[in-house]
């Protein structure tokens, strides 16, 4: 489905008359004193409050009143947001500039639903990646996984930019009383070489994990950085003697490498095993991708449980 199945384009949101009666509205309350409003209102502390997945909203103690939320709902009414939901659970291509679906909301949905996007229920894939996520990330945590000298894992870095980086190193902060202990996730996001180097400062190229997140393996930062790291772990090997002068990678790369891509031709030539690509889909946009592959990272920090929890 196109971008024209969401609707027309709507005239300048502040030119509509609902905005300008909020407008008014604002003027009116201008500076008036939560003391005077709890006071007007003694029951809006029990009223003015949303509740939903086990979190509460409380925005009693803002300058709003009734009114204001039912200006707020014209608003949103006059700008058909109940339908942009719609169109975007339906697989409408909501993303006008790139003309995609948007469906975030599919990477987060059970194995039984269905949610449409070009004719094809996409749930099944999704859960198909997610699974191949849980069982890497459960060889990984266990120590079945062994770096190319025997070891087990003790440091996964996680390679990326933009959304590749910044939802995985969020979560993985706020969600450090769940971390596996004895095994620590570091990120590199920054071109700088700098960054990379003190980064991988401290860690033994034979317990550590790169995984490199790059849709189409050619981010131009991402793969510098890759590039970097590869060098760091055929040096450390050969500087061990885990590794001779003479033998290439021998493999090793396809033991300390991973990758979040849809381009296996590219991983391969990088020296991934393709089996350790995780894939995901042109209608997961960046800043919402980390329950997609984008996030193995976290699943091996905390465990598939906790991931899909």
């Known amino acids: 489905m196109s971008a024209n199945d969401a609707g027309p384009e709507l005239p300048s949101l502040t030119t509509t008359a609902e905005w300008h009666a909020l407008v008014a509205h604002h003027a ?3 500076m008036t004193h939560l003391r005077t409003l709890f006071a007007d209102d003694p029951d809006r502390g029990t009223r003015l409050v949303a509740e939903a997945a086990g979190i509460r909203l409380d925005y009693a103690k803002q300058r709003i009143t009734d009114e204001t939320v039912a200006l707020l709902l014209g608003l949103a009414r006059a700008r058909g947001v109940a339908n942009h939901i719609e169109a975007m659970f339906s697989g409408v291509h909501i993303n006008r500039t790139e003309d995609r679906a ?11 639903a269905t949610i449409m996007a070009d004719g094809q229920n996409v749930v099944p894939g999704v859960h198909a990646v997610l699974e191949r996520m849980a069982t890497f ?22 390679i990326g930019i933009g959304g590749s ?13 769940y971390r596996q202990v004895g095994l620590e996730c570091r990120f590199i996001s920054n071109i700088d070489p700098t960054d990379t180097a003190t980064t991988l400062v401290g860690l033994d190229p034979e317990t550590t ?3 490199v997140a790059s849709k189409t393996f050619g981010t131009l930062e991402t793969l510098t950085n890759a590039r970097l790291c590869r060098a760091w ?17 021998g493999g090793a790369v396809a033991r300390h490498f991973a990758a979040v891509s849809t381009a296996l031709d590219k991983v391969a030539d990088f020296g991934i095993d393709p089996a350790n690509a ?32």
């Not at 980086?165 to 009383?177: F, I, N, Q, R, T």
């Not at 772990?233 to 990678?249: I, K, Q, T």
């Open 28 to 30: 009116a309350l201008g």
């Open 102 to 112: 948007v469906l975030h909301v599919a990477l987060r949905a059970p194995a039984g």
């Open 137 to 158: 990330s459960r060889a990984v945590r266990s120590g079945e996984w062994k770096g190319h000298t025997g070891q087990r894992i003790r440091n996964v870095i996680n």
């Open 165 to 177: 980086d910044l939802g995985p190193v969020m979560a993985y902060e706020a969600l450090a009383p």
């Open 209 to 211: 994990l790169f995984i």
């Open 233 to 249: 772990l055929l040096e450390g090997l050969r500087g061990s003697g885990a590794l001779g002068a003479d033998d290439g990678d």
């Open 278 to 309: 995780f894939g995901f889909w042109d209608w997961v946009g960046g800043r919402y991708s980390l329950d997609s592959a984008i996030g193995t990272a976290l699943v091996v920090a905390i465990g598939p449980a906790r991931f899909a929890e």
